[in-house]
């Protein structure tokens, strides 16, 4: 494009093909740096031979970029940010009709042009409601026309409006920061970030530019130098790793896409995007290194997040400063400095500085920050081991805002220096859509979790709450949870049994004693068991000595379920719901009745209570003899999982099964629906109904088939309304039942109501799950379990209890829980009320499979 333009439509060519080898170069090279600075020459120059072509002779108008273009930052598909700046408002009044030309012709070459037109003296002019202009100015330079105005924008009125307005753009700048922040949750990790915009992105560093630049013009009264500015060298290499990602997402998608997603990511470690290796990553290694970098960036702004932006003055004040005793640090509204005359931190005031942020929730300033980190090396060569180091972690893990402390010192180094054993899970991506959290900060997120019970806000949370005032050595239970996943780093094997050895290590040099250290070794290996429990049926006794006997004491058992509770909640912010918990307390109060025998009669014996036969009995006293009918042969789990109330109601609709051969009921519990059906066993009704609730496209999470001698069976299924059909219209509950009645009754087929709506539920899938089918004859005495993992989707539990009917066996219980992409379905299978043999089961496997892949998108899509 060095010729003088003739028309827009040669721009137009010329520009598609300077765009073609740019996007030609990038695919070579991955310099995302070098196809900015391409981008903005390429587009520098059509904007000023379109100028040229179309203003004719000259007039008092400049064109002035801003924003990322402004920069010379000018990303694949990013929109032109133009200011068409007149000398005066007459001039803006007579060439309205050029600059109109002028935008429609950048809009017909192919660029996203967003224009605006000021008056030199309009600029002059600072609205609250408008401060991303004002802000935008701090990046802008002359592309083509009169310089006149520019200079005059740049020399005198711009200087002049931020002079006057700096400390107002300052706080808006602020507290857009904190919306945008708020906007993503606060953090850095998402399964799918934006890299533009999402905390750790490459706004943050324009936000630290553009704040740096308006102290430095306070102070200084002029312009800064770009050296004034410049990043340090981490900083500048984690913007070189987001430009690259970001250049490679625009010309991936051939648009301004800013979403790092799944199949992206792929594509971005498959290239090695932004990374100095060449070939192909791994996409969990690629993430880790996006981690990093965002942590990195993030840090730049950390400052502008410390108090909220009311908070900060005007002016400058005299702070009231004290000394934080045995330290060279001091304290002044909630942030800790390095006193102005001293320069020796040793190991004892260092953990003592931590202990206070994690005691206090205080903040250290960017000067302590850098003072800690230069003194690492001599740190490490003069660290004490041993009782002194445990001490100090001890007052650490202890504090309420442990995870806060722990998350600075893990940024400085200073965790790894003291426990280099986790150093391996830093930044570790555990790559499925059901983990949100690096590995690293999913660990401070547990030790987040126990802190938080202090403040418990519901009445499910108040029960593990509880529990923390039972817990005499709460310092062991926070060690374990700091060292319970450090095995993961190794990918290879049970991490459990990994994390062991690496926490044995720590323990040696912490010389901790050997029933202290007997504990956290304990806790640290059977740190999934409970969730492993949760897997099962948590009213059979086999379940319940299980897990007894792994846990061994009472103390125990309660430093595990608040450590399942933690584990879990840190696993993503929807991975706990209430009911889980309620689950997983369940779980707690079964198995501590069973360790001290002195059980919960009503929910968890292994017998019928008689008490709790009483009770029904009086509900119905002129029945008796037809509750004891409806209750022969049930499970005794059904008699104890629920409430007297409830067996009534069942037993007043299996009186009416006479009348009609199945009855329904559907309730709105807190957060789920629960829909009963009672009615007489046929083959393949589990398996109906479950294919009719998926068909309406609910989500279920839970069922459980239980049947008595008289062959009535009573099913239930909890479920989610995906799609808030219900939620949002009550008055469709009779519909549905409806519709569930018939497929029961056979009056409509379940796989037709499956066909027509199949296309309404296909939902891309992110990640590949591998069907895995396993059979465990030890957990019952009375049933084998099967457990199925599997790809979720629509008609899953139906096509697993139709191969299950089809083979001839009974289904005893069905957990149902769904992680993510990822569905784990347990049952109690009997065959001819007896376990299941052995060729049975490998048919079953066989069969499964094949009936599970039929699920598959690409195979609904071939059929």
């Known amino acids: 494009m060095t010729q003088p333009m003739t028309s827009v439509s040669a721009a137009a060519d010329d520009y598609r093909a300077e765009f073609a080898a740019l996007d030609a170069s990038f695919a ?36 002035v970029a801003t924003g990322g273009y402004g920069r010379r930052e000018l990303f694949p598909y990013s929109d032109i940010d133009l200011m068409f700046l007149c000398a005066d408002v007459r001039v803006e009044s007579s060439s309205r009709d050029l600059i109109r030309n002028m935008s429609k012709a950048l809009w017909d070459t192919g660029l996203r042009a967003s224009t605006i037109t000021r008056s030199v003296r309009e600029c002059d002019r600072f609205t609250v409601e408008n401060f991303e202009f004002t802000l935008s100015l701090l ?6 026309g009169d310089a006149a105005p520019y200079v005059l924008l740049k020399e005198k009125v711009l200087p002049a409006v931020i002079a006057r307005e700096a400390d107002t753009i300052q706080r808006l700048l602020q507290k857009s920061l904190y919306e945008r922040y708020a906007r993503f949750g606060g953090t850095i990790f998402h399964l799918e970030p934006n890299v533009k915009d ?54 991936r998608a051939h648009r301004d896409d800013n979403i790092l997603s799944w199949h992206a990511q792929d594509e971005a470690s498959a290239k090695s995007i932004g990374l100095d290796t060449g070939g192909t990553a791994d996409p969990a290694y690629w993430m880790r290194t996006y981690y990093r970098h965002a942590r990195t960036i993030s840090r730049s702004v950390a400052p502008l997040l410390e108090q909220p932006p009311a908070a900060r003055p005007f002016f400058a004040r005299r702070r009231r400063k004290v000394m934080i005793a045995g330290t060279p640090f001091v304290l002044a509204e909630g942030r800790i400095d390095l006193a102005d005359d001293q320069t020796n931190i040793d190991p004892e005031s260092m953990l003592r500085v931590f202990a206070e942020i994690a005691e206090q929730g205080s903040r250290l ?57 986790f150093h391996g899970i830093d930044a570790l991506v555990i790559r499925d859509s059901y983990h949100r959290y690096t590995v690293d ?20 949370e108040r029960r593990f709450a509880g529990l923390l005032e039972e817990i005499d050595r709460l310092e062991l239970l926070l060690l374990a949870l700091l060292l319970h996943d450090t095995g993961k780093a190794s990918r290879i094997g049970d991490h459990t049994t990994q994390s062991c050895e690496l926490a044995e290590a720590v323990l040696d040099r912490l010389e901790f004693e050997s029933e202290d250290r007997e504990i956290v070794l304990a806790l640290v290996r059977d740190h999934l068991a409970m969730s492993a429990a949760l897997r099962r049926d948590i009213f059979d006794p086999e379940t319940l000595r299980a897990l007894a006997e792994k846990v061994a004491t009472p103390m125990r058992l309660r430093m595990l379920c608040l450590m399942t509770y933690a584990d879990v909640r840190a696993v993503n912010p929807e991975a706990l719901t209430p009911w889980k918990a309620e689950n997983l307390w369940q779980l707690f109060i079964a198995t501590s009745n069973w360790m001290d025998r002195n059980v919960d009669e009503e929910r968890y014996h292994a017998s019928v209570d008689p008490a709790l036969l009483r009770r029904v009995t009086a509900l119905v006293p002129d029945r008796k003899e037809q509750l004891q009918r409806f209750l022969e042969g049930l499970p005794q789990r059904y008699v104890q999982t629920r409430l007297p109330e409830q067996i009534r109601t069942h037993l007043d609709m299996s009186s009416r099964l006479d009348v009609q051969p199945a009855q329904l009921s559907l309730r709105k519990t807190r957060h789920l629906f629960e829909l009963v059906l009672i009615a007489r066993d046929r083959p393949m009704l589990f398996a109906d109904i479950a294919g009719t609730l998926s068909a309406l496209g609910m989500n279920i999470v839970k069922a459980e088939a239980f049947a008595n001698d008289a062959g009535v069976v009573v099913d239930s299924f909890l479920f989610a309304d995906s799609f808030g059909t219900l939620e949002l219209n009550p008055s469709e509950f009779g519909r549905f039942t409806q519709k569930v009645m018939d497929t029961v009754t056979k009056r409509a087929s379940v796989d037709g109501l499956m066909r027509a709506r199949r296309h309404l539920h296909m939902l891309p899938v992110k990640m590949r799950v591998e069907t895995r089918i396993s059979f465990d004859d030890t957990a019952s005495s009375a049933s084998t379990v099967m457990q199925v993992v599997a790809q979720d989707g629509p008609g899953l539990l139906r096509t697993i209890a139709s191969v299950i009917a089809t083979l001839g066996c ?54």
């Open 28 to 63: 070579r090279n991955g310099d995302g740096a070098a196809c900015l600075r391409r981008r903005t020459s390429l587009v520098d120059t059509l904007v000023a031979g379109l100028w040229s072509l179309l203003a004719g002779d000259i007039r008092p108008i400049a064109l």
């Open 139 to 144: 990046n802008r330079r002359l592309v083509s």
């Open 198 to 251: 999402a905390p750790g992105g490459l706004r943050d560093h324009h936000t630290a530019q553009w704040d740096a630049a308006l102290a430095r013009i306070r102070e200084t009264k002029a312009w800064p130098r770009s050296d004034d500015l410049s990043p340090a060298p981490e900083v500048q290499a984690a913007v070189e790793f987001m430009t690259a990602t970001r250049c490679f997402l625009h010309l």
């Open 365 to 421: 300033t960017v000067r302590a920050e850098s003072a800690i980190s230069d003194a690492l090396p001599a740190l490490n060569l003069h660290l004490p081991e041993g009782p002194f180091l445990r001490a100090g972690l001890q007052r650490i893990l202890l504090g309420r805002y442990a995870a806060q402390a722990l998350r600075t010192m893990h940024t400085l180094g200073v965790l790894e220096m003291l426990v280099p054993e």
């Open 441 to 460: 900060e999913h660990t401070f997120l547990t030790i987040e979790n126990v802190h938080a019970l202090r403040d418990a806000a519901q009445d499910w």
């Open 810 to 863: 009974d289904i005893r219980v069905a957990l149902i829980d769904t992680e993510g992409e990822l569905a784990v379905d347990v049952f109690y299978l009997t065959e001819s009320k007896r376990p299941l043999e052995d060729a049975l089961k490998a048919r079953l496997a066989d069969d499964l499979t094949a009936a599970i892949q039929t699920l598959r998108p690409e195979a609904a899509m071939a059929r």
